[in-house]
């Protein structure tokens, strides 16, 4: 089993390269899942209700559908339709947070759940964006215990538990020791390829707090890399060598 994580500042082109890696694999007939991936496959049979089980399903397939077109739509009619849209989109959210946190409670690193949780309470963020904030994490868990009970193979993922110390490490004094504490009972992964300490291309969040400053990137990356050298091993890659990777 291997697991592959990304770590690099935003628009540096981890997702690009993630898709390049997958491109390799697939020739070779190797199926490559990231954690988003893993939760869309497999969440759903954990749910022993048939109705609530499809109801993840469908959700997880079609999170992404965007209806801002409708609702700056002038047509009443549309507008109705739109509302009952939502609200049947919040009622599908809640049955799959809901099937999500029974899996998050299963995970049975407690120690690194009761830090990360610590962590995020005491982030420098809203409490809507902690929220979230800890909703990546019960994804990430739950896609965790996942890869382990289905014995998946190779997982390869650009967002992961350790691209996450850039939110919990984000304008704090104490940086170098909150990471130094989350890295020792992190769940790490096989191999960490990263990419190079510059943006290629620069991307905004439409959410403004998390648009976090550089400076303060580019230190947590640098304590981050420290800390992890003799740990694991890392790649550093790019468009030129993702290719001739072997892991």
């Given at each position: ?98 099937n999500l ?27 809507n ?49 909150i ?6 009972s ?62």
């Open positions: 089993m291997k697991q592959i994580e990304f770590f690099g500042l935003p628009g540096s082109g981890k997702t690009y390269l993630k898709n390049l890696l997958k491109k390799k694999y697939k020739k070779k007939n190797i199926e490559i899942l990231g954690y988003k991936d893993i939760l869309i496959k497999y969440l759903f049979y954990e749910e022993s209700n048939f109705l609530k089980r499809n109801i993840i399903k469908f959700y997880l397939n079609y999170k992404k559908i965007k209806t801002n077109k409708l609702s700056n739509s002038n047509n009443t009619a549309v507008q109705q339709n739109n509302k009952i849209l939502q609200n049947l989109k919040i009622f599908f959210l809640n049955i799959y947070l809901k946190d029974l899996i998050f409670r299963k995970y049975k690193n407690k120690k690194f759940i009761k830090l990360t949780q610590k962590l995020i309470k005491n982030s420098n963020f809203s409490k964006n902690k929220n979230t904030i800890e909703r990546w994490l019960k994804e990430e868990v739950a896609a965790k215990y996942l890869i382990h009970k289905n014995k998946i193979d190779c997982v390869v993922d650009s967002e992961g538990f350790i691209q996450r110390l850039f939110v919990y490490a984000y304008k704090k004094n104490n940086k170098e020791q990471i130094k504490e989350y890295l020792k992190c769940p790490l992964p096989e191999y960490l390829l990263i990419t190079k300490k510059k943006i290629i291309k620069k991307k905004l969040s439409a959410n403004v707090e998390f648009n976090l400053d550089i400076i303060e990137q580019i230190k947590i990356y640098n304590i981050v890399l420290k800390l992890l050298k003799k740990k694991i091993t890392i790649y550093t890659v790019d468009k030129s060598n993702i290719k001739k990777l072997s892991v």
